[in-house]
């Protein structure tokens, strides 16, 4: 019985690694623009978890920026994450995380688990969306992704902000469905843009979210091992 059990299992896990390699290696990367980007995300661990493809991607040429030359990506994190620990914890966590891979973070310090599109926010990252010359907006979509309501007003603040600078573009990262989330990554990937981890930069993506001690709970250690968020983004123009 016992052995019928463990074959069982080494059998499904054989078929899940076989269709997820089969159809993620499928899936072509379109590349991207070389821009100065905003990545705007609502918790610290946020651009990790779900924004690792656009992070490697966006801060690859990173190593030939000279000293003093500005960021390929500053990431806005709009909470400091106290519903989810100690926000002095998970920002120090999230500086060294977001800085090891050659962008730069700022605080907005709103309140966690209650994050919306009011005017002050939206004033905050215009701010900084000028100081720092900034040309694109990343963010959530407006299904927030993992449909968290913070996330899902991360979309709205952003979609303010690129209309009110004017020249603003904006793109979303497509929510996608827990057999793809989990499984095969996002089918027919039809975005505008797809970027896609190398091997490499996938694994490296997952021992990002090391820098994350304080949220490194049993589910979160699933999470890494089996989300394609960690291998391949879709985002799709919203705006510009
Ligand atoms: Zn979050």
Known sequence: MLIEVVSGALLLALVYLAVRVAVLSGVAGTGMVKERYLLVVAHPDDECMFFGPFLSKATEHRKSVKIGEVEPVVVVMCTSGGRG????????????AVEEIGAAVVFLEEEDGELDAKKSTVEKI???HRETGRTRIVTFDAGGVSGHPDHKACFEISR??????????LYALSSISLVEKYWVGPLGAKGEVVLKNSIRQ?????????????????????YIAFSTYMDVNVFRKVMG
């Open 126 to 128: 215009k701010k900084i």
């Open 202 to 222: 996938s694994v490296a993506c997952r021992r990002q979210m090391g820098q994350y001690k304080s949220q490194l709970l049993w589910f979160r250690y699933a």
């Open 160 to 169: 303010k902000v690129c209309r009110e600078v004017g020249d603003g573009y």
């Open 85 to 96: 620990g100690d926000r002095c914890v998970r920002k120090r966590e999230a500086k060294k």
